[in-house]
Nanobody, 125 residues
Framework: QVQLVESGGGLVQAGGSLRLSCAASGRTFSSYVLGMGWFRQAPGKEREFVAAISWDGVTYYADSVKGRFTISRDNAKNTVYLQMSSLKLEDTAVYYC?????????????????WGQGTQVTVSS
């Protein structure tokens, strides 16, 4: 099993920055080859893909965040990060970290078998 805990969410003004972290525990990066991803869900909307990173660092982004968000991972620390810059009102959502066993970059929610509880990001005007 893999447990994921997100942190770093909060309230930020439009144009500002936040860095989310996702710490993995249990059968983590040393035991499994894991692709990692970030998703978000705004009130009244479906969960949507934000960014993903493969075991060896290949990244992929949703068009809505490309150029503003950066996903990275530190395998030694079993941690994945999402650096968010130039935040917009529409980035307001609960952000979820997810892990998928395998070597690819995964962009679909059903590829992920492990999920965190989420962290709230609120962007104000």
């Amino acid at each position: 099993q893999v447990q994921l805990v997100e942190s770093g969410g909060g309230l930020v003004q439009a144009g500002g920055s936040l860095r989310l972290s996702c710490a993995a525990s249990g059968r983590t990066f040393s035991s499994y080859v894991l692709g990692m991803g970030w998703f978000r869900q705004a009130p009244g909307k479906e969960r949507e893909f934000v960014a993903a990173i493969s075991w060896d660092g290949v990244t992929y982004y949703a068009d809505s965040v490309k150029g503003r968000f950066t996903i990275s991972r530190d395998n030694a620390k079993n941690t994945v990060y999402l650096q968010m810059s130039s935040l917009k009102l529409e980035d307001t959502a609960v952000y979820y970290c997810a892990a998928a066993r395998g070597t690819a970059v995964y962009t679909r929610a059903y590829d992920y078998g492990y999920w965190g509880q989420g962290t709230q990001v609120t962007v104000s005007s």
